[in-house]
């Protein structure tokens, strides 16, 4: 094979290198920018993007997936909905209707409940992500609630209706630098945001996970329900990393709220 | 006006924790009990489920080995840390009675209602959590051994919210009762090392240059501050609410209270001994020691519902692989969460 560049004329040899340089001179910086932002998301042991961290996302989103003016009880929003609109068969868009009439009572954050997902990730308020090769293990603020995203490709176990979660069961694997994550097994308990969208027992989220540099995450998803929409959605959020100093998650439960200044004991007043 | 609340009808009998089978391996007989009540409500994952019959239980321990505090020699992780990471839980016995751990619930009838009977010499029992003062018994004020006192009776008769163990809400364990309630998970990670409870978590920050949070702030879990020292952690808690007592039996620090933990590990990963001093001028009259021996579950040990609350993870390979079930208490609680949203729909 060397044979054929051993027979070049000298000059044209020349040539051919000094291009070769010039040319990687240019090409480098061009070929390689999105490489070079890859250099700069954090990763672990393993090579795969580290999402470790404290994120939160600033969008309207948990007032109201879909575009909304303002209202006494939300700033307004464009939405995070692909497409505007989420795509209620129609008796479940009454039921939408009527969680939005109540959502000041029936919204079931109020009450501190957990937040499920989507919903805890575009929440206004902080969570921890601590990542090993095994899983993602998330901390909401909020709550307090923990999801645990396996990526040690396991699969959703074969578990019954009455064990049906909260937070779902989550599966991640990878696709390049993108953390593809299944989610499925939820209830029925939680709503997707304050406005009353909601969804049943046999919603399924496909989460795609990415690191746009070391400090912003681009979080998009697909639900899909056959008992409430009519076909797939998407939303997308972006989560920023938390980079005040000091920064950490402080306990934030609202049920105990009800009852905790029954203790500890005191002492009787003199 | 009847304020009498049952705790059998609040939360005892009716706690339901999602997927988690609810059988206590080292409770009382009252626990026992209720653990019958609830095996029919709970559900289990069908896939590979150890059969109940056959569940291997560890027997609760009597006593345990000191352990030193000195070299670690066992494997790392890569940023230095010794590996205890996994599944762990206390070897004595639960929440019960902080001060006679194995001798049953203070003042408890049998179901039937007669007296329980005596329990036998206190040394064939395990210690006292307390190790020291050497009587085993928290040091309170007088006034504060009064109101344990009157927590013991209310306990079993509750006449004042105040007399509702916060488990029967799912509240947050808190610290200590967190370490001796059911198995817990201890994750670590550069920078942290992550407990994670039934009830709630810690985040126990590795950066000793990062203030605690300012005393205005008081939580169920306080605020964790540690290092490692060989094979101990070593953990310096502040900004304690206080409000998750440390049990049944009452006892409990106030939102004044500081706690300094250590957590000494057995060279070959197997155990440690939470060694604890816990202080709080306006509650004690002087500080006291707490000690909890813990033991580690791996994918060798079958799950017992209560140190371990698992599964058998679903996949294409052969190695067995526990996966914990759904830690979410309250939304589940027959008494308070979606049992009480129930009772109001009615």
Same mark, same amino acid.
């Not at chain 1, 068969?89 to 409940?113: C, H, I, M, V, Y």
């Not at chain 1, 578990?159 to 299944?182: C, P, Q």
């Not at chain 2, 998970?185 to 810690?202: A, E, H, K, M, T």
């Not at chain 2, 939470?274 to 709080?280: G, I, K, L, Q």
């Given at each position: 094979m060397n044979?054929?560049?051993?027979?070049?004329?000298?000059?044209f040899?020349k040539?051919? !290198?000094?291009?070769?340089?010039v040319t990687?001179?240019f090409?480098?910086p061009?070929?390689?920018?999105? !490489?070079?932002?890859d250099?700069k998301?954090?990763?672990?042991?393993?090579?795969?993007?580290d999402?470790?961290?404290?994120?939160q996302t600033?969008? !309207?989103?948990? &007032?109201d #997936?879909e575009p909304?003016?303002?209202?006494k009880?939300?700033?307004?929003?464009a939405?995070? @909905?692909?497409g505007n609109?989420?795509p &209620?068969?129609?008796?479940? #868009?009454?039921q939408?209707?009527?969680?939005f009439?109540?959502? !000041?009572t029936?919204?079931?954050?109020l009450?501190?409940?957990?937040l499920?997902?989507?919903?805890g @990730?575009y929440?206004?308020?902080p969570?921890?992500?601590?990542?090993?090769?095994r899983?993602l293990?998330?901390v909401?603020q909020?709550?307090?609630s923990?999801r645990?995203?396996h990526?040690?490709n396991?699969?959703?176990p @074969?578990i019954?209706?009455a064990?049906? #979660?909260?937070l779902g069961d989550?599966r991640g694997?990878?696709?390049?630098?993108?953390l593809?994550v299944?989610?499925?097994?939820?209830?029925?308990?939680t709503?997707?945001d304050?406005?009353?969208?909601?969804?049943?027992? =046999?919603?399924h @989220?496909?989460?795609?996970?990415?690191l746009?540099?070391a400090?912003?995450?681009?979080? +998009?998803?697909t639900l899909?329900d =056959?008992k409430v &929409?009519s076909?797939?959605w998407?939303?997308?959020?972006?989560?920023?990393?938390?980079r005040?100093?000091?920064?950490? #998650?402080?306990?934030?439960y609202?049920?105990t709220?009800?009852f905790?200044?029954? &203790?500890?004991?005191?002492p009787?007043? +003199? | 006006?009847n304020n009498?609340i049952?705790?059998w009808?609040l939360?005892?009998s009716?706690?339901?924790?999602?997927a988690i089978?609810f059988?206590p391996v080292?409770?009382?007989?009252a626990d026992?009990?209720?653990?019958?009540?609830?095996?029919g409500?709970?559900?289990?994952?069908?896939?590979a489920?150890?059969?109940q019959?056959t569940?291997a239980? $560890?027997?609760?321990?009597?006593?345990?080995?000191?352990?030193?505090?000195g070299k670690w020699?066992?494997? $790392?992780?890569?940023?230095g840390?010794?590996?205890?990471s996994?599944q762990?839980?206390?070897t004595?016995a639960?929440?019960g009675?902080?001060?006679?751990?194995q001798g049953?619930?203070?003042?408890?009838p049998?179901?039937?209602?007669t007296? $329980?009977?005596?329990?036998? %010499?206190?040394?064939?029992r395990?210690?006292?959590?307390?190790s020291?003062p050497?009587?085993?018994?928290?040091?309170?004020?007088?006034?504060?051994?009064? /109101?344990?006192?009157?927590?013991?009776?209310?306990?079993?008769?509750?006449?004042?919210?105040?007399?509702?163990e916060p488990?029967a809400?799912?509240?947050?364990?808190?610290? %200590?009762k967190s370490l001796?309630w059911?198995?817990?998970?201890?994750q670590?990670?550069?920078?942290?090392?992550?407990?994670?409870?039934?009830n709630g978590s810690?985040i126990i920050?590795?950066d000793? /240059?990062?203030?605690?949070?300012?005393?205005n702030i008081?939580?169920?879990?306080g605020?964790?501050r540690?290092?490692?020292?060989?094979?101990?952690?070593?953990?310096?808690?502040?900004?304690?609410?206080?409000?998750a007592l440390f049990g049944?039996s009452?006892?409990?620090?106030?939102?004044n209270?500081?706690?300094?933990? /250590?957590y000494i590990?057995s060279n070959d990963g197997t155990?440690?001994?939470y060694?604890?001093?816990?202080?709080?001028?306006?509650?004690?009259? $002087? %500080?006291?020691?707490?000690?909890?021996?813990?033991?580690?579950?791996?994918?060798?040990d079958?799950?017992?519902g209560?140190?371990?609350e698992?599964?058998w993870?679903?996949h294409?390979?052969?190695? /067995?692989i526990l996966?914990?079930?759904?830690?979410?208490?309250?939304?589940?609680n027959?008494?308070?969460?979606?049992?009480?949203a129930a009772?109001?729909?009615?």
């Amino acid at each position: 094979m060397n044979k054929k560049f051993n027979k070049l004329p000298s000059r044209f040899s020349k040539f051919a !290198a000094s291009l070769m340089l010039v040319t990687s001179v240019f090409a480098t910086p061009i070929l390689s920018t999105s !490489a070079m932002a890859d250099e700069k998301i954090p990763r672990l042991t393993n090579g795969k993007p580290d999402f470790s961290g404290i994120w939160q996302t600033t969008s !309207a989103a948990d &007032y109201d #997936l879909e575009p909304h003016s303002n209202r006494k009880d939300a700033p307004p929003g464009a939405g995070i @909905v692909e497409g505007n609109t989420i795509p &209620y068969l129609p008796k479940a #868009l009454e039921q939408k209707k009527k969680n939005f009439e109540n959502r !000041a009572t029936d919204d079931p954050s109020l009450k501190g409940w957990t937040l499920g997902v989507p919903r805890g @990730v575009y929440y206004p308020e902080p969570i921890q992500i601590f990542q090993r090769p095994r899983d993602l293990t998330v901390v909401h603020q909020f709550g307090h609630s923990v999801r645990t995203i396996h990526t040690n490709n396991t699969q959703h176990p @074969v578990i019954d209706d009455a064990s049906d #979660l909260w937070l779902g069961d989550s599966r991640g694997k990878w696709e390049g630098d993108t953390l593809v994550v299944d989610v499925t097994q939820f209830n029925d308990k939680t709503w997707l945001d304050r406005a009353g969208n909601f969804h049943s027992d =046999a919603l399924h @989220v496909v989460e795609r996970w990415k690191l746009l540099d070391a400090n912003t995450i681009e979080y +998009k998803a697909t639900l899909e329900d =056959a008992k409430v &929409y009519s076909r797939p959605w998407n939303i997308s959020a972006i989560l920023h990393r938390h980079r005040e100093k000091n920064f950490q #998650l402080i306990e934030d439960y609202r049920y105990t709220l009800d009852f905790e200044q029954y &203790y500890p004991p005191k002492p009787d007043k +003199k | 006006m009847n304020n009498k609340i049952s705790h059998w009808n609040l939360g005892m009998s009716s706690l339901i924790l999602g997927a988690i089978s609810f059988a206590p391996v080292v409770g009382n007989a009252a626990d026992e009990a209720k653990t019958q009540q609830l095996q029919g409500k709970t559900e289990q994952v069908q896939q590979a489920q150890p059969a109940q019959q056959t569940r291997a239980r $560890r027997p609760r321990e009597k006593s345990f080995p000191k352990i030193a505090s000195g070299k670690w020699t066992g494997p $790392r992780l890569p940023d230095g840390q010794p590996d205890i990471s996994g599944q762990w839980s206390n070897t004595i016995a639960n929440h019960g009675n902080f001060e006679d751990p194995q001798g049953g619930v203070i003042g408890e009838p049998n179901r039937d209602g007669t007296p $329980r009977r005596d329990p036998g %010499p206190r040394d064939a029992r395990a210690p006292s959590r307390v190790s020291d003062p050497a009587d085993g018994r928290v040091p309170f004020q007088p006034w504060a051994l009064e /109101k344990v006192k009157d927590f013991r009776i209310g306990f079993h008769n509750p006449t004042y919210p105040g007399h509702i163990e916060p488990n029967a809400r799912c509240a947050p364990g808190g610290v %200590p009762k967190s370490l001796y309630w059911h198995g817990y998970d201890i994750q670590q990670y550069p920078g942290y090392v992550l407990f994670v409870f039934d009830n709630g978590s810690r985040i126990i920050h590795l950066d000793e /240059k990062k203030p605690h949070l300012s005393e205005n702030i008081k939580l169920w879990n306080g605020d964790s501050r540690g290092h490692w020292e060989g094979n101990t952690l070593i953990v310096d808690v502040a900004n304690h609410n206080g409000k998750a007592l440390f049990g049944r039996s009452g006892e409990f620090i106030s939102e004044n209270g500081t706690v300094k933990e /250590k957590y000494i590990f057995s060279n070959d990963g197997t155990r440690y001994n939470y060694e604890a001093v816990f202080t709080d001028p306006t509650v004690y009259t $002087r %500080p006291f020691t707490v000690t909890i021996p813990a033991s580690k579950w791996t994918n060798a040990d079958e799950t017992d519902g209560w140190n371990l609350e698992a599964h058998w993870a679903k996949h294409d390979g052969k190695e /067995k692989i526990l996966e914990h079930n759904e830690r979410i208490c309250y939304e589940n609680n027959g008494g308070f969460g979606l049992g009480a949203a129930a009772e109001q729909k009615k």
